[in-house]
């Protein structure tokens, strides 16, 4: 009875229920409608149909709506260099990273790939491929064949079709890169053909133009935000750069994290990896700090991350690079770990410290002597490789230009830096281009009259190793040796033959420079030779379009200078020779006889 009794109380308990609050009729209760009134506008023209707005027009019966169809862009690789990624290249021959790469990235900006097949550098092929290509795509994205090289097919053939708009731009990597219109309005993008290069510029270039053609409304640009460097990043005198990097959200401090890709060439396509954001480095002198500011153009997905989670990246990129940077001979690229294993100051490793002898900086310039690199008709290529083989091996940059084919200039800028190392030592200059036997090659000549002191043995060094590799170094004419404490080698101007040259040297050079540094600039001095001062400050004055003039010229020599001598450095200058005697009578009256005047 007991039992039944306390069932009864339990089950009245759990029929009751309490009420704190008062309710309202219609509580909690959707009505008709109330979503979206009726006569309203759901998406509006433009508006880009994602998973949500397809929601939208299912809860509004709207099965069908016009859209923008996705443009279709089609990608062809051109060179006669280049395999199928699923062939094994012969001698001679690289894999087409370029095509798969690009179809992969139209796909991922928005449009529809079209693979067109390689072509060879055959200019009636390839204008025959190109215009078969034209009819069944809206855009045409190719690869290489827009540099400087007579079998580089693609810019003329472009200006045949259509309107060249840009056939070169300011921008690290990227410089030859090309756009145009064909005569029906289809759109020709020409990348380079180094694959770091091509993607970087399709980023820059061509997404803008395939989300337009899909119907974006307004800018179709890259999203910028700022980001927070963990490197040095060294900037380009010249162009800005876009640097590879990866992108982090730092949870912890709230910012954007930039980490590089490593070294950072244009034909590296490991620069791409993991790469999610391109850095903007503005061009100019000196380097971004680490913790510094840069701009980034966001080209992927962005992970989260806490500080330690970021710290442990950071540990493994830096065990990344110094592996690399041991087995890679670029050592001394722009933004990785190993910049700073050597400072600026040159004094090295902290296992050098308790040395007794402190060691020298070794400060070096070069100077690349090109018409073309000088109007920017191609991208100078053997001071920025002399460059990063000088820092590997502890030399800091001081100076780095480029100037034409004339002697003037190269003797100004000889003469300035020289001057320049009078306040901070200049060890070595190195001059890369104007050494072979066009009619335009003058460095040798415009060098030999600076130098105080010639090195041959620095000449014979360099053709050894040359010649062991091609005949054809028998034409280099290189000068070498010292003006003042300044070493002033002439290198050849392709970059494998400079590299090559240099690389020669590297065993002896710094040895050499460090001997040098001890001795007393002379061609600075009041108290210099006529042989040496004299000739230097004589031969600068030669001039194109010009007549000279030289009397009283014997013994013969002339400030240490033959007659034919002088006579082959005036004709090189492009000067006219008028007359070389003996005496003042020879040529007339009125010539005076003391040829320092």
Known sequence: EDATDNDQQQQQQQERVRVTQASEAGRNIRQVGSDIAAGSVVLRRGQRVGPGEVGVL???????????????????STGDELVDASEKPKYGQVRDSNGPMLLAAIREAGGEPVKIPSMTDDELGLRQRMVDALKDVDVVITSGGVSMGSRDLVKPLLEELGTVHFGRVRLKPGKPTTFATTKDGKLAFALPGN???????????????????????GSCRRTIVQARTVRPLKRDSVRPEFHRATLYWDASWRDFVAISTGFQRSSRVLSMRAANALMFVPRGSGTIEANGTVDAYLIGDVEHVSSDELAAVVAREQEAVAASSGASSHRGCDCTAHEAKEGDDGRGSSENKNKKKKK???????????DRASKGVYEDLSGPALIKLLESKGFVIRHRDVVPDDALQIQDRIRKWCNDGEVEPLHLLLTTGGTGFAARDITPEATRPLLDKEAPGLVV?????????????????????LRGRTVIVNLPGSVKGAVENLEALLPALPHGVKLAAAVPSSSASSSSSPSSSCAARWYSFLQPGRVYVF?????????DKTTDEIKSLMGTAQTQVYAIASSAASVGDGVPEDTTN
């Not at 299912?58 to 859209?67: D, F, N, P």
């Not at 923008?68 to 062809?76: D, F, N, Q, S, T």
């Not at 091509?198 to 409304?217: E, M, Q, S, Y």
Request: glycine share 4%.
């Open 195 to 217: 694959p770091a290069s091509a993607l970087v510029t399709f980023h820059l270039f061509a997404v803008p133009a395939i989300r337009k053609l899909a119907g974006n409304p």
């Open 58 to 76: 299912a809860a509004v019966g709207v099965t069908q709506v016009r859209v923008y169809r996705r443009p279709r862009v089609g990608v062809m």
């Open 360 to 370: 020298i900086p070794l400060n070096a310039a070069v100077l690349t002597v090109s």
């Open 551 to 559: 009397t009283n010229l014997s013994p013969i020599r002339l400030f």
């Open 461 to 481: 060094a360099m053709m050894m190793k040359s010649l062991s590799v091609t005949p054809h170094a028998m034409l280099s004419r290189s000068a070498a040796g």
